[in-house]
């Protein structure tokens, strides 16, 4: 079970220092990036990706919440990203953008709003290496986790076994020490997690909190 703190709810204008205070605990960095379009939120872009991948060595889990993003692959390959996440919902030729993905050696995701099949993947589930389940609707952080996401989890990992296929799980939005558990034991993998470890005292203390949560 990995943990990936997103950096949307650290301090931007402080993003060194907020990045270095959970680098040793984090398994991921995950960045959320975010065009005004997808979703109703601009972030950052492949320049802060290419400026922190300077100074952190942990992998880097990019979470593209952007229309057109085949146009940004590269740059983002390019910047630093090891793992690159597209919504299904943004994708006109999933298969084809997923497969560019892994052309340029990185490991290919794809994330699916709340409110979306999970048979929208049934053709492209063999070629991704991740499945990133929403659990809020995408944009913002600091939301409540939508309860009923936890079928949808349970259904994917028996989707996984049934199909026997390995891609990892994640799961993003909503999850603090207190649900975690949950999360875990309906099948993921990753758990990302944004306000619960930044907006908290000791970043990397509650990193510590979230294993121990899921351990209990
Ligand atoms: O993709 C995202 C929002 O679209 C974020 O990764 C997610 O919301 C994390 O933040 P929090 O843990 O505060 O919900
Ligand atoms: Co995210």
């Given at each position: 079970m990995k943990i990936a703190p997103s950096i949307l709810s650290a301090n931007f204008a402080n993003?060194?220092?907020?990045?270095?205070?959970?680098?040793?605990?984090?398994?991921?960095?995950?960045?959320?990036?975010?065009?005004?379009?997808?979703?109703?939120?601009?972030?950052?872009?492949?320049?802060?990706?290419?400026?922190?991948?300077?100074?952190?060595?942990?992998?880097?889990?990019?979470?593209?919440?952007?229309?057109?993003?085949?146009?940004?692959?590269?740059?983002?390959?390019?910047?630093?990203?090891?793992?690159?996440?597209?919504?299904?919902?943004?994708?006109?030729?999933?298969?084809?953008?997923?497969q560019k993905i892994k052309g340029y050696g990185k490991k290919a995701g794809v994330s699916l709003n709340p409110a979306t099949s999970l048979e929208t993947l049934k053709y492209i589930l063999q070629d991704v290496d991740m499945v990133l389940i929403m659990t809020v609707n995408p944009g913002f952080g600091g939301q409540k986790f939508i309860d009923s996401m936890l079928k949808k989890i349970e259904e994917l990992n028996k989707l996984r076994e049934t199909l026997k296929l390995d891609f990892k799980i994640e799961v993003d939005g909503g999850i603090n020490i207190h649900n975690v558990k949950e999360v875990v034991r309906a099948g993921a993998d990753i758990i990302v997690a944004g306000s619960a470890i930044f907006d908290s005292s000791n970043p990397a203390q509650t990193i510590k909190e979230f294993r121990e949560a899921i351990e209990k």
């Amino acid at each position: 079970m990995k943990i990936a703190p997103s950096i949307l709810s650290a301090n931007f204008a402080n993003l060194l220092e907020d990045v270095k205070k959970i680098e040793k605990d984090a398994d991921l960095l995950h960045i959320d990036v975010m065009d005004g379009h997808f979703v109703p939120n601009i972030t950052i872009g492949p320049v802060v990706v290419k400026s922190l991948r300077k100074f952190f060595s942990l992998p880097f889990d990019v979470h593209l919440m952007i229309e057109n993003p085949d146009l940004y692959i590269e740059e983002f390959a390019n910047s630093g990203a090891d793992i690159i996440t597209v919504h299904q919902e943004a994708c006109i030729h999933l298969h084809r953008t997923i497969q560019k993905i892994k052309g340029y050696g990185k490991k290919a995701g794809v994330s699916l709003n709340p409110a979306t099949s999970l048979e929208t993947l049934k053709y492209i589930l063999q070629d991704v290496d991740m499945v990133l389940i929403m659990t809020v609707n995408p944009g913002f952080g600091g939301q409540k986790f939508i309860d009923s996401m936890l079928k949808k989890i349970e259904e994917l990992n028996k989707l996984r076994e049934t199909l026997k296929l390995d891609f990892k799980i994640e799961v993003d939005g909503g999850i603090n020490i207190h649900n975690v558990k949950e999360v875990v034991r309906a099948g993921a993998d990753i758990i990302v997690a944004g306000s619960a470890i930044f907006d908290s005292s000791n970043p990397a203390q509650t990193i510590k909190e979230f294993r121990e949560a899921i351990e209990k």
